[in-house]
């Protein structure tokens, strides 16, 4: 993205701000498959049944001491951020507020931030600082929030926050609770359980995708852990074990396409299977039969649970760059590398990332020290694209530990960053007119981009893919062919953008190829405007070279290092079409140890041949 200032979003198009109105949401769930669209429909609906107080009586749960099973909880928390809890300063969604008031639902404050904090997975941040202060003060913000939020209200029990606080609520129980008074286990307790018969009535209420799996964890260990979880461990289990190979790819991608929310079904995944263990050793026998039972009546960890782990783990490595880090394709951003290794490490299976994961849409090609990954495929389906970039095409090249060219990350929490950070303009591909390749919309995407054509092979070692997408058909009568060429050394990658164009030729509509460079890498543009020199952080120097388009290097903003946002530079290429449409071809070529003292003063002048 080019940059308008330290933190001003550029302008595009297709990236309109969110719409809450009647009309809108009508509008969005028109858009939806029809049994989505339903289900979504039906769970608003009986929205103000819920908010009667009839209702909050019909919600009750016999108290108890303590869980039946604890499950483990792994996953570290942010020692700094809990401390500024304990003042009452909360960082969420990247924003702070100062002790927010009314606590539970602050003067002004509204969508991802109020989503968090009523989701409670900041209570890790607390069990990291230790201590009884952070331990009584974990205390009372649970307390505070049954006491405020006793009934029903749509933000604070929306299906996807419930099953988010339950899982936390249930994770963390070893540290805030299980050495509190009585009196308040049993008040947790009670509370856990009023809201797991609420979600068991309501799920999957028109949930999808990495959303429904995250509310069925908190239902299933609401299950497991509370002595009268039964029927809803039942029921979670059925739902999950249906869900999972709609979700599931056969290769292993989930079917979002977003790196991180691969990771974070993953790691939900791996949780539940952990728990589901636990309770096997314990040789638990819950009543009735179904998925996940076997002789004996000791549950087990389902057969789809167990394929969906090992084979998300292997695809999730091979979504990963060479410093171990999540590639920036629809949503995601550079995850630190010891946390995605965590998950990866407690799913186990296969240690080997795959080659590629064609089923989910993306290549990974690999040359020397060299990996692309590459976005092979068209926008996931309708009502699955709520993270969806207009990406299709675009890539991103590591080489070792180091990135150099990227897409530009995202920033979903800022209404001012999430609509640009979706545009095509973000990403390491061919934009046409400033024009979106897929539409984008608040929730999701409208006209979209779909792969016509791929191809990958290997020759002696060398890699080409190729790729053809129509998302400038319908606007503009263009096809865009894109070609990746990658030496088995990892030495040089060419490439070629073409736009072909139907049965009447165009011409004179502008265009540009962008290739946006990681922040850490340094360019400078040399030999009369023909060439890019590219340094990486360690030394490792790179030349760029293009025909058939001018070469200009653009200052940009990256959004991939969350909540930092970073200036970086971007190479792009622009042209107009022409009536036989347009041609651009490119070359990235390592420059040898030896000639990196002089290759400031000696560019390659030697052109990159267009097929």
């Known amino acids: 993205m080019a940059a308008q200032g330290a933190t001003d979003p550029p302008p595009g198009r297709d990236t309109p701000e969110s719409d809450d109105s009647l009309l809108s949401r009508l509008r969005d769930l028109a858009q939806l498959p029809r049994g989505l669209a339903l289900a979504r429909l039906g769970y608003d609906l009986k929205r103000p049944l819920f908010a009667l107080p009839l209702y909050a009586y019909s919600l009750s749960a016999p108290p108890g001491t303590g869980l039946r099973v604890t499950p483990p909880d792994a996953w570290p928390g942010d020692a700094a951020l809990g401390t500024e ?17 009314p606590r539970w639902a602050p003067a002004g404050v509204r969508g991802p931030w109020l989503d968090e904090l009523h989701g409670f997975a900041w209570l890790r941040d607390l069990r990291a600082v230790g201590g009884d202060a952070a331990r009584r003060a974990a205390r ?18 929306a299906p996807l926050t419930t099953g988010r606080r339950l899982a936390s609520w249930i994770g963390c129980y070893d540290f805030y609770a299980a050495s509190a008074e009585i009196d308040f286990r049993h008040r947790l307790l009670a509370g856990i359980g009023r809201q797991a018969q609420h979600l068991d009535r ?56 977003s790196p991180v929310r691969h990771l974070a079904v993953l790691r939900d995944l791996v949780d539940l299977r952990a728990t589901l263990a636990r309770l096997e050793s314990l040789a638990t026998e819950p009543a009735g039969g179904g998925p996940g039972q076997r002789h004996g009546g000791a549950q087990v960890v389902p057969p789809e649970l167990q394929a969906a782990v090992e084979g998300m783990a292997a695809a999730g490595r091979a979504l990963l760059h060479g410093d171990g880090g999540l590639a920036l394709f629809n949503g995601s951003a550079e995850a630190d590398a010891w946390q995605v290794d965590l998950v990866l490490q407690r799913a186990g299976g296969r240690r080997r990332a795959a080659r590629s994961v064609p089923e989910s849409g993306f290549q990974r090609l690999r040359g020397g020290r060299v990996l692309l990954l590459v976005d092979a495929a068209g926008p996931p389906p309708r009502g ?73 092979e290997e020759v002696e070692g060398d890699l080409r893919l190729e790729v053809a997408h129509d998302g400038y058909v319908a ?28 049965h009447a030729g165009r011409d004179g509509i502008p265009f540009a190829v962008r290739f946006h460079l990681h922040p850490d890498v340094q360019a400078s543009l040399v030999g009369g405007g023909r060439t890019v020199l590219l340094r990486l952080p360690k030394g490792g120097g790179w030349q760029f070279q293009a025909e ?64």
Request: charged fraction near 25%; proline fraction near 6%; charge should be positive.
């Open 475 to 502: 606007g503009f009568g263009l096809v865009h062919r894109r070609r990746f060429d990658l030496s088995s050394d990892g030495s040089v990658l060419s490439g070629e953008d073409r736009l072909q164009p139907g």
């Open 202 to 257: 309501v799920l999957p209420a028109g949930l999808a995708g990495a959303d429904l799996i995250a509310a069925l964890k908190g239902l299933i260990l609401a299950g497991v852990c509370l002595p009268q979880g039964d029927a809803w461990l039942r029921h979670g289990l059925r739902l999950l074990c249906r869900e999972l190979p709609r979700q599931v790819l056969a290769d292993g991608g989930h079917v979002e396409r």
């Open 85 to 101: 809890i304990v003042r009452g300063s909360f960082f969420l969604a990247g924003r702070r507020i100062e002790h927010p008031a």
């Open 140 to 157: 009372d913000l649970v307390a505070d929030w049954l006491d405020t939020n006793a009934r029903w209200n749509a933000t604070a029990w």
């Open 384 to 456: 699955l694209d709520a993270a969806a970039h207009a990406g299709t095409a675009s890539f991103e090249m590591s080489v070792g530990r180091e990135r150099l060219i990227v897409n530009c990350g995202a920033r979903p929490e800022d209404p001012a960053w999430a609509g640009p950070a979706r545009a095509t303009a973000a990403h390491s591909t061919l934009v046409v007119a400033d024009t979106n390749s897929s539409e984008v919309l608040p929730d999701g995407l409208g006209r979209r981009a779909r792969v016509i054509d791929w191809r990958r």
């Open 548 to 611: 058939g388009a001018q070469i200009t290097l653009e200052p940009g903003i990256y959004l991939g290092q969350r909540p930092a946002l970073r200036r970086n530079l971007q190479i792009v290429l622009s042209g107009m079409t022409e009536p036989r449409g347009a041609a651009v071809a490119w070359r990235l070529a390592r420059i040898p140890t030896q000639r990196r003292k002089h290759a400031a003063g000696e560019p390659n002048d030697t052109p990159p041949a267009s097929s």
